[in-house]
């Protein structure tokens, strides 16, 4: 459900539910959760994305229910963790999430692996984080189908959406990809559009916003150019 809902003809946005975050602390109140993520559902997300991770990130996999099973929701979600054990897995789908974040750098290709096969057996799909070429190369290698790009260094913390470009020219064509981090406002989804991702992946700048709904809005209706591989 999640990679069809990301695999339309435009740059789909998944909007984020972030509690809170360690650089930056405070950035959402748990109790505007779940209408945040209406608001995201109503302005024209394709999926939201919600933080299971409580240490850091002040989610939880109770939190992720809640959002998918708002009736008002009408989209995908994404449960947002750091993924090391399939057990995991198996919590994100009895939460009721349509999709799991793994993170490449996080785990040996063998765990890779199982993680992106639990997560297809229990028919959620597995979103696969990558930064480097080394990183595409093994999800690939793991059997992902959504791969996705940060555009931050996580040792650094500096954006690089011209990484981000190389490394998506060198994917294949039936592979959906996500553009991860730093990214705000409509020019930088028409930036990314222009190398061809499926989809952004939008959190700390739509919860910064006045209106975190009308920012989805003004993110969405971009066509996705075709990029030569």
Known sequence: RFAAAIGGPEVSVIAEIKPKSPSKGQLLDLARAVPTARGYSAAGASAVSVL???PYFGGSPELVRSVAEDPWVSVPVLFKDFFVDTRQV??????GADAVLVIVRAVDDALLKDLVESAHGLGLDALVETFTQDEVDRALN???RVVGINNRDLQTFAVDLENSARLRRGLPRDVLTVSESGLSGRADIERIAAHGFDAALIGE????SPDPAAQVRSCTGVPILEVAS
């Open 90 to 95: 198996q919590l994100a789908h009895d939460s």
């Open 205 to 208: 700048s739509l919860l910064n």
């Open 142 to 144: 793991a059997g992902a």
């Open 52 to 54: 299971g991770d409580t």
